[in-house]
């Protein structure tokens, strides 16, 4: 359905919608050559950072202005639509007066809701899509927040960008791939054609074709790849951009799973399968639900002793058994300590809870 979405905006959209370009517009030679190199092949827009927000100054922050003109000149020489990021009003206008065909609004803005408000402010009564990167941290809130922003402007072509979340913990990718989060969007608002940027997730042009398939099997609408000519002399991220040859090679190999089968034996299995989970899951509720049950006697006898409602020693002896016991269930550490701190909370929540109405 996005991608039908996507189409209906004007854009080209063939296997897949694919977005592409350098991660900045460094010189019009540059700019020029990577489009020449995408031009004709399938790609829906070429993508270019023309200002480029920074962790620390000193860096590269971009071209500035020049940099929408060599684009327009890419735009009239090979025919592909144009699009960048936008972080203010400033660049709206920008990148408006130049006509540009796609704008989107970055991490780091999407973070802040003071400056979406003034970038949807920017872009009322115009016709432009825009897609929203989701923020840094894991905060769906945010980015549900900033398309809402966008749509009370009157921005009604409106798609999200999935580019991964921060995290301190040590990984093989730049941002944690966090796929719940894009899953929950697509939840919550079917309607936004989603597409996935691998490049930032990944950090590591290596790495990219991985996420990029993975983001296929879980029905995203598109791509968002960074391509350059000669990545070793980007001026910014230059480890995980793609040569255009490398990137045309990876969408050549993707495989775009359907949501649905055809197959009668195929179906007949899957709602034996899914009759099964079902089940199961009936019985888990209700485990849960006994077990919350017991928690709340629990509480109630800690208020009474005037014991507190966190034990660290036997939470620290919980988490160690249950991940000792899933392990041995074939489940990862990972897992069973979400399930484990997610029960956790909510038993923490009924104590406190039981022991406020006591008080009262």
Same mark, same amino acid.
């Given at each position: ?254 495989? %775009?799973?359907? +949501?649905? /089968?055809?197959?009668? $034996?195929?179906?007949?299995?899957? &709602?034996?399968?899914? @009759? #099964? ?49 899933? %392990?041995?269930? +074939?489940? /990862?550490?990972?897992? $069973?300590?979400?399930?484990?701190? &997610?029960?956790?909370? @909510? #038993? ?13």
């Amino acid at each position: 359905m996005g991608k039908d979405v996507i189409k209906a905006w004007g854009f080209p959209v063939d296997r897949v919608f694919l977005a592409a370009g350098p991660c900045s517009a460094e010189s019009e030679l540059q700019v020029l050559e990577t489009a020449r190199a995408l031009a004709g092949k399938g790609v829906g827009f070429f993508r270019a950072g023309i200002w480029k927000p920074r962790t620390r100054p000193g860096s590269f922050e971009g071209v500035g202005l020049k940099g929408l003109g060599w684009m327009d000149r890419a735009r009239s020489e090979t025919g592909l639509k144009i699009g960048t990021e936008v972080a203010d009003p400033s660049h709206v206008e920008a990148c408006l007066e130049y006509g540009l065909d796609v704008l989107w609004v970055g991490a780091r803005t999407t973070t802040n809701p003071f400056s979406v408000q003034a970038i949807a402010d920017a872009l009322r009564g115009t016709d432009v899509p825009v897609f929203v990167k989701n923020p840094m941290s894991a905060d769906i809130g945010l980015w549900i927040g900033a398309i809402e922003r966008l749509a009370n402007a009157g921005v009604t072509k409106l798609g999200a960008i999935h580019r991964g979340v921060s995290s301190s913990l040590e990984m093989r990718y730049r941002n944690a791939p966090a796929w719940k989060m894009p899953i929950e969007l697509m939840r919550r608002m079917p309607e936004v054609p989603i597409i996935c940027d691998p490049s930032h997730i990944c950090g590591k042009a290596d790495l990219v074709p991985t996420i990029a398939q993975e983001a296929m099997d879980l029905l995203f609408d598109g791509l968002m790849v960074e391509v350059h000519p000669n990545p070793p002399a980007a001026l910014s991220d230059a480890s995980q951009q793609l040569t255009p040859e490398r990137f045309f090679s990876m969408v050549g190999q993707l495989q %775009l799973p359907h +949501e649905q /089968s055809d197959s009668a $034996v195929f179906m007949n299995r899957m &709602s034996a399968l899914r @009759e #099964a989970v079902d089940e199961l899951d009936s019985k888990m509720l209700e485990l849960l639900g006994s077990r919350m049950e017991i928690v709340e006697e629990m509480g109630r006898l800690k208020t009474q002793q005037n014991v507190s409602t966190l034990q660290p020693h036997r939470w620290q002896a919980i988490l160690e058994d249950r991940v000792r016991k899933g %392990l041995a269930l +074939e489940l /990862s550490e990972d897992f $069973v300590l979400q399930v484990m701190q &997610s029960i956790h909370e @909510e #038993a923490i929540r009924r104590q406190e809870a039981d022991r406020v109405d006591g008080a009262g």
